[in-house]
């Protein structure tokens, strides 16, 4: 199973990126995509949710309306367009696929309902 993350990089605050994980050796539609990150010296949050079906998505509260996650099932990718953003966005961004076939809920925003992820890709948003 492979989780590859891009699209990180340095952004003047108030910029906007787009992140991609591209998935393979697993069956990406029938499972919940997340991204997390984790900053310097801190502990690894949530940051966005969606369901396999794309009918749910769940949002932490300090990126709530700046950041929408999406996906393509048939490209096997899922996204992270990130907007407004503000230099305590700096951190490593990781995507994770879900453990449970079908899972939604809120239940997502827990990294313990993740069985793979991603190498982590840095964004950098400078002040």
């Known amino acids: 199973v492979q989780l590859q993350a891009s699209g990180g990089g340095l952004v003047q605050a108030g910029g906007s990126l787009r992140l991609s994980c591209a998935t393979s050796?697993?069956?990406?539609?029938?499972?919940?995509m997340g991204w997390f990150r984790q900053a310097p010296g801190k502990e690894r949050e949530f940051v966005a949710a969606?369901?396999?079906?794309?009918?749910?998505?769940y949002y932490a509260d300090s990126v709530k309306g700046r950041f929408t996650i999406s996906r393509d099932n048939a490209k096997n990718t899922v996204y992270l367009q990130m907007n407004s953003l503000k230099p305590d966005d700096t951190a490593v961004y990781y995507c994770?696929?879900?453990?449970?076939?079908?899972?939604?809920?809120?239940?997502?925003?827990?990294?313990?309902?993740?069985?793979?992820w991603g190498q982590g890709t840095q964004v950098t948003v400078s002040s």
């Open positions: 050796g697993r069956t990406f539609s029938s499972y919940a």
């Open positions: 994770a696929a879900g453990g449970r076939l079908w899972a939604s809920g809120s239940i997502l925003m827990n990294s313990y309902e993740y069985d793979d």
């Open positions: 969606i369901t396999w079906s794309s009918s749910g998505t």
